[in-house]
């Protein structure tokens, strides 16, 4: 363990008593998941919508935004009050629509309690803006990260990511949809306005009191509960329409299998970096924590009255509801789903100038999670690519669980899974992949636009298990990009 880690897990206990998160059985033991002691009735509160930030400011090429860290309490379970800490004191947080191509400035002010340090997932931004685990917002700080959008519209979000906590800080509601878009896919004539949802799935463990219970579970925290958009199994009244879900994994670590209860099947639009080159129908889809999965679903052969459930048939119990849509009225639906959304440009294997060989395994120190056999040191750079170079990432799983692995900076294509190409729906743009148990997942990439300083190490991006709890017990490593 180094020093600084050992001084920032000095400095993380005085501060964790502002958390309000009680420590449940035995802290990391990776034992069954924790028990809720309070139930939870399936569909009685509707979905939530987010509400939609507006800038504070704006000129013709950029627009600022703010948003405020605090920790307070919101009503999740009907009659109880739950700590969280929370993005305008609301979980998931606004959400911020902008287009490719102008820049966002979001200064974020830290009224909690503890450091803090904002990561916006998916985004292609400068080096040094990206959120780097030791780069601390502290409490009462300020800080503006800088967004150039210089990328393809996308279904994004913005979470905490501080160094051994980010799993707990994301738990207690630090989370958010960022949402890119543009003229070019506004004009495609997809589901849009009300038809159009973002949709975060998180599962969570509540005490009776309505407190969340964490208890930092090393092999990955999973709760009983399941939230969408932070409210309990709601129900959404929809018409007779095609609806087109953004739908993101914001738990910790849980995988979801979700399927329609009428049998209906997802029109898969796009994956982590934006639309497919053409939809892919699918029965099921299998996403893991990170992940986001752009889908239409079509209500227009149901009937007013008929009760369709999203449901996790990778889950048992009270996991394996998620939501209820509601067939509530009928309506002329003007929306369409193109044969050709957006054409990708496949990365050529043979541009690539090098091969990097990344082994997520297990060690039998404190910090379990290993990436090529070492913990994360935030002062150790483990890769410096090129700038505007492409390289292949070998990505390979020694251990007998999966592992949902995120690349920062720039948006990847899958090459092969243990030899074998892609399907359709993983053949787009993506920056999280699921790396099944002794698997090697090969990626291809390329560093365009920003360089760092390998001698300042807030410039670093990180590559990390989206496990929360892996990535917080040392499953990460950093590259700097190198001009
Ligand atoms: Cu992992």
Redesign the pocket.
């Known amino acids: 363990m180094s020093a600084t880690r050992r001084q920032f897990l000095k400095t993380l206990g005085a501060a964790a008593p502002a958390l309000l998160l009680p420590k449940t059985g035995l802290a990391g033991m990776g034992g069954p998941g924790n028990s809720s002691t309070i139930s939870v009735p399936l569909f009685q509160q509707p979905l939530k919508i987010p509400p939609v930030l507006q800038p504070v400011s704006s000129t013709a090429w950029q627009d600022v935004y703010e948003l405020t860290q605090v920790s307070t309490s919101v009503e999740i379970i009907p009659g109880t009050q739950t700590p969280i800490l929370g993005y305008n004191g609301m979980t998931p947080g606004p959400v911020l629509r902008v287009d490719s191509d102008r820049q966002t400035v979001v200064r974020h002010h830290n009224n909690t309690d503890v450091q803090t340090t904002t990561h916006l997932h998916g985004g292609h931004m400068q080096a040094g803006d990206d959120g780097h685990p030791i780069d601390y917002v502290n409490p009462g700080a300020t800080r503006e990260y800088v967004y150039s959008n210089r990328q393809l519209p996308a279904t994004l979000w913005y979470h905490d990511h501080p160094m051994d906590v980010t799993g707990e800080h994301v738990y207690a509601g630090l989370a958010g949809f960022y949402l890119v878009s543009d003229d070019y896919e506004r004009s495609l004539g997809l589901p849009a306005g009300d038809q159009e949802i973002a949709i975060v799935i998180q599962d969570r463990t509540f005490a009776a009191d309505g407190s969340l219970v964490y208890s930092d579970n090393i092999l990955g925290e999973l709760g009983d509960t399941i939230l969408v958009n932070g409210t309990p199994y709601p129900y959404l009244e929809v018409s007779t329409q095609k609806y087109r879900l953004r739908i993101l994994n914001g738990s910790n670590a849980r995988t979801y299998t979700l399927a329609l209860s009428n049998g209906a099947s997802f029109v898969q639009i796009g994956s982590d970096g934006g639309l497919l080159p053409a939809p892919v129908t699918r029965s099921t889809l299998t996403i893991a924590a990170a992940e986001r999965v752009d889908v239409v679903v079509d209500f227009g052969n149901a009937s007013v009255g008929q009760q369709i459930t999203l449901r996790n048939t990778a889950g048992s119990g009270s996991t394996a509801e998620i939501m209820r849509f509601d067939v509530a009225t009928v309506q002329d639906d003007p929306s369409v789903v193109p044969q050709v959304l957006r054409p990708i440009e496949r990365l050529d294997p043979a541009s690539a100038v090098q091969t990097r060989r990344w082994v997520f395994g297990m060690s039998g120190g404190p910090m379990p ?1 290993v990436i090529n056999g070492s913990p994360y040191d935030p002062y150790r750079i483990d890769a410096m690519p090129r700038l505007g170079t492409t390289e292949i990432w070998e990505l390979s799983n020694r251990t007998g669980m999966m ?1 949902p692995v995120h690349l920062h900076d720039v948006m990847w294509q899958i090459i092969d899974v243990n030899g074998r190409p892609p399907a359709a729906y993983d053949a787009g743009w993506k920056d999280t992949f699921q790396i099944p148990p002794m698997a090697t997942v090969r990626v291809i990439g390329r560093f365009d636009d920003y360089a760092g300083d390998p001698n300042d190490v807030t410039s670093a991006y990180m590559m990390h ?1 989206h ?1 929360l709890e ?1 990535e917080d017990h040392a ?1 990460m490593a950093q590259f700097v990009v190198v001009a």
Request: with cysteine; charged share 0%; net charge neutral.
């Open positions: 999670w592992h298990c496990i892996h499953m």
